[in-house]
């Protein structure tokens, strides 16, 4: 069965870090590209960051513009695990992080497996 | 980026309606365009990828159609378990971004 399970959130201050971890088991880790998709509270959901896979012909790291610069997304193979660095936090980073599988069908791709996310305060 | 338009933003109905939702894409994106369920609490669920293909284990119920700009999706006949808000999500360009979503409420 595959899982992903975040941790890492909690209050911070405007400024301040704060480092997600996602745990994934039950696929193969290393052959998927994963990304991180956040949501403040009562709104939609924003895409945050791509770190494509192992097995892909050409190796990418993504983020949207409202985190560049900022965050780092990292993965770690040999330990299944996907990660996000945070720096200079703002108020308007407050969102439910989730991490996502992104998986493709022919050309097409998709977040096909989330985590129950975790949820990151920044506040004074 | 591609900005993704939903509409509505929430509509009221009742057990066994026929929902329409909408995503108009502001440029031509084919048909990668995907469709997720999200409930109160919980994280999103795929539903619908490539405009009109449903995903393993979804109910044959929901359906989705379009191709260029315009996409819809359908839900045949409005069961308990379908009250959420349904996102849509392009994967043609980079950035992927979501619609602002719709929620469908009793």
């Known amino acids: 069965e595959v899982q992903l399970v975040e941790s890492g959130g909690g209050l911070v201050k405007p400024g301040g870090s704060l480092r997600l971890s996602c745990a994934a088991s039950?696929?193969?880790?290393?052959?998927?590209?994963m990304n991180w998709v956040r949501q403040a509270p009562g709104k939609g959901l924003e895409w945050v960051s791509s770190?494509?896979?192992?097995?892909?012909?050409?190796?990418?790291?993504y983020y949207a513009d409202s985190v560049k610069g900022r965050f780092t997304i990292s993965r770690d193979n040999a330990e299944n695990s996907l990660s996000l660095q945070m720096n200079s936090l703002r108020a308007e980073d407050t969102a439910v992080y989730y991490c996502?599988?992104?998986?493709?069908?022919?050309?097409?791709?998709?977040?096909?497996?989330w985590g129950q996310g975790t949820l990151v305060t920044v506040s004074s | 980026d591609t900005q993704l338009t939903q509409s509505p933003s929430s509509l009221s109905a009742s057990v066994g309606d026929r929902v329409t939702i909408t995503c108009r894409a502001s440029?031509?994106?084919?048909?990668?365009l995907n469709w997720y369920q999200q409930k109160p609490g919980k994280a999103p669920k795929l539903v619908i990828y490539?405009?009109?293909s449903l995903q393993s284990g979804v109910p044959s119920r929901l359906s989705g159609s379009g191709s260029g700009t315009d996409f819809t999706l359908t839900i045949s006949s409005l069961q308990p378990e379908d009250f959420a808000t349904y996102y849509c999500?392009?994967?043609?360009?980079?950035?992927?971004?979501f619609g602002g979503g719709t929620k469908v409420e009793f």
């Open positions: 996502a599988r992104w998986e493709g069908r022919g050309s097409h791709y998709f977040f096909d497996y």
């Open positions: 039950g696929f193969s880790f290393s052959s998927y590209s």
């Open positions: 770190i494509s896979s192992s097995a892909s012909s050409t190796s990418f790291i």
């Open positions: 440029q031509s994106i084919s048909n990668y």
């Open positions: 490539a405009a009109s």
């Open positions: 999500q392009q994967s043609y360009t980079t950035p992927q971004t």
